[in-house]
């Protein structure tokens, strides 16, 4: 059940995995990397995900199905909350693929097992390593690019 009744994603599964994700935010103590933790190691914060909130993600989804985009790379995966906006638009829009890039292998882990349970592992390549290396060749053009830390 959508506990997002005016949410453009109808898919259960996704909404499902979104609500978990959503339920479980949690910050580091400190603040992380912006706060008084001041810690730029992003290993220090494998087991925090710094992820978009929903308003922002169904944002993404609608903006990725107006372009009508089937490729799309996104700069810092973490636990994969605005890549399966991503996916699911991609999805929905007949096919395609998101690439993202995460340099925390845990966060890596975290985010294809979040794919699969909301079934979109199909649309979504996910990278790991510094994304200066892992994105610097696509494999073509692609539709939009994501940085999450603009996100918020």
Known sequence: MNDRPY???QDPR??????RLQGARQRPAGGGPRGSFNSRDPHAYAEQ???IHSEQGE???LL???LRATRMAEFATSVGMSTLYFA???????????????????????????LAEAGLADYA????????KTLRDLGG????RSDRRLAG
């Open 7 to 9: 949410s453009p994603i």
């Open 64 to 66: 990725c199905r107006g």
């Open 49 to 51: 995900g710094f992820s």
């Open 125 to 132: 390549e996910i990278r790991e390593g510094d994304a200066r």
């Open 88 to 114: 699911a638009a991609i999805r929905d829009n007949g096919g395609g693929t998101v690439i993202g890039s995460e340099i925390v292998p845990a966060k890596v882990e975290t985010a294809k097992r979040n």
């Open 59 to 61: 944002l993404i989804y």
């Open 141 to 144: 053009p692609v539709r939009l």
């Open 14 to 19: 996704v909404n499902a995995v979104l609500a």
